[in-house]
């Protein structure tokens, strides 16, 4: 929180915080702390705990230490602050999701629809084992704005290569003999199903397979294998 500026003509205020007493500031843009980034690590964990309707500007200003006049300085407001907390991970994610699936199409065998899945889905999972607090807030961001089709959402999963597009490439190879329109639905299934099970990791339905150590391999794996066998249903390949 910004304390409020001392008349250059009184002694300095003090003010005692955990007991510790901290010399007045004047009002404006804080300098001892990154305020993007602190902002950007408030909301993240405060989008990830309640819906991003049910939490206010004022409350991420407040979780992260800062006015609420800072927050709006690099944040005008609720989307782009929203958008700053997708594109931090989404980034680098999407672009090593792309980099796997592009290679996949690449190679000269044909994949399998095992492949397919751990292409997508362990850079989300290192996410998870990097940060589990952080992480896991994040996961549950991204996945409620991909299944809400937010255009946010919807720019950076259909940056050029898309990766439905790429997904679906991979998979057209995997089973040939699966029509397009149904590999596309496949596609979308098995997505949203693999991406909503991660960000549920902590929850009692799935077991609570996350720890301060990351996500339990074990659940990883189950989840690469019914994933992938769902892809594979009602196919005579592989």
Not at 188 to 206: K, Q, R
């Amino acid at each position: 929180m910004l304390l409020p500026a001392t008349d250059s003509c009184d002694p300095p205020q003090r003010h005692n915080v955990t007991s510790v007493t901290v010399p007045a500031r004047r009002p404006g843009p804080r300098s001892d702390v990154d305020v993007p980034a602190a902002l950007v690590d408030a909301a993240e964990l405060l989008f990830g705990s309640a819906s991003v309707d049910a939490v206010s500007l004022r409350a991420v200003a407040r979780a992260a230490g800062v006015a609420p006049a800072a927050l709006t300085h690099y944040f005008p407001d609720k989307a782009a602050l929203v958008e700053a907390v997708l594109r931090r991970r989404a980034d680098p994610v999407g672009e090593e999701v792309r980099d796997r699936l592009a290679a996949l199409v690449a190679a000269e065998d044909d994949p399998r629809p095992v492949d397919l899945v751990e292409a997508v889905i362990r850079p989300f999972v290192a996410v998870l084992d990097a940060d589990p607090v952080a992480g896991l807030a994040w996961m549950k961001l991204f996945t409620a704005l991909g299944l809400a089709e937010e255009p946010m959402w919807l720019r950076g999963v259909g940056r050029a290569p898309s990766i439905a597009d790429l997904y679906a490439q991979v998979l057209q190879r995997a089973l040939p003999g699966v029509r397009g329109d149904e590999l596309y639905r496949r596609v979308g299934i098995a997505m949203y199903s693999m991406l909503s099970a991660l960000a549920g990791v902590d929850l009692a339905g799935y077991g609570h397979p996350i720890s301060s150590e990351g996500v339990d391999p074990r659940f990883v794996d189950q989840l690469v294998v019914f994933t992938s066998a769902g892809l594979a249903a009602g196919s005579s390949e592989r």
